[in-house]
T-cell receptor, first 110, second 111 residues
Framework: GENVEQHPSTLSVQEGDSAVIKCTYS??????FPWYKQELGKRPQLIID???NVGEKKDQRIAVTLNKTAKHFSLHITETQPEDSAVYFC?????????WGAGTKLIIKP | EAQVTQNPRYLITVTGKKLTVTCSQN?????MSWYRQDPGLGLRQIYY???????DKGDVPEGYKVSRKEKRNFPLILESPSPNQTSLYFC??????????FGSGTRLTVV
């Protein structure tokens, strides 16, 4: 079946620096690419998403870029803060369902 | 407020005692799904439903049942729970092809 590869599995950055998480996928029919943030013990929450007719989308310190030709998309967090520490999941649509990446644990060092 | 409501939040039960975890959404979403989350294994789909009376197996359906008699409700049934079903469970809903809204989660312990 379709799958999504997410890298890295763990990312440690200094507070104030930028963080980038990348996902690659195989289903060329996918047209919706969300990112979720999950804090410890809490539910995953949608933080940003992009559709395939758009190459980039920004929301304050968070941005997502999509390269449909190369089949990869990335989450960019700038000026990282302690509250950005969480696990981040990417996903793609395939046959009307979301296929999930394995997650990236983002650690913000003070 | 638009939300997905799961109950209970925490549950400790004994092996073999049937239990139901309820899930209800008030957003008129067609799609609903159940996931389990175990340390280091991300989100694994148990069952999903594209609409009323339409359900399908996900990646890890063994030991679970679901039903979708009404659009808003999607209960998860464990007929004979076993310790390997100890996990954190999430219900989610969406419009078809859209982003998911997750419930708060149910932490289940089977002893």
């Amino acid at each position: 079946g379709e799958n999504v590869e997410q890298h890295p599995s763990t990312l440690s950055v200094q507070e104030g620096d930028s963080a980038v998480i990348k996902c690659t996928y195989s289903d060329s029919a996918s047209n919706y690419f969300p990112w979720y943030k999950q804090e410890l013990g809490k539910r995953p929450q949608l933080i940003i998403d992009i559709r395939s007719n758009v190459g980039e989308k920004k929301d304050q310190r968070i941005a997502v870029t999509l390269n449909k030709t190369a089949k990869h998309f990335s989450l960019h967090i700038t000026e990282t803060q302690p509250e950005d520490s969480a696990v981040y999941f990417c996903a793609i649509t395939s046959n009307y369902q979301l296929i999930w990446g394995a997650g990236t644990k983002l650690i913000i060092k003070p | 407020e638009a939300q997905v409501t799961q109950n209970p939040r925490y549950l400790i039960t004994v092996t073999g005692k049937k239990l139901t975890v309820t899930c209800s959404q008030n957003m008129n979403h067609e799609y609903m799904s159940w996931y389990r989350q175990d340390p280091g294994l991300g989100l694994r789909q148990i069952y999903y439903s594209m609409n009323v009376e339409v359900t399908d197996k996900g990646d890890v359906p063994e030991g679970y049942k679901v039903s979708r008699k009404e659009k808003r409700n999607f209960p998860l049934i464990l007929e004979s729970p076993s310790p390997n079903q100890t996990s954190l469970y999430f219900c989610a809903s969406s419009f078809t092809g859209g982003g998911y809204t997750f419930g708060s989660g149910t932490r289940l312990t089977v002893v």
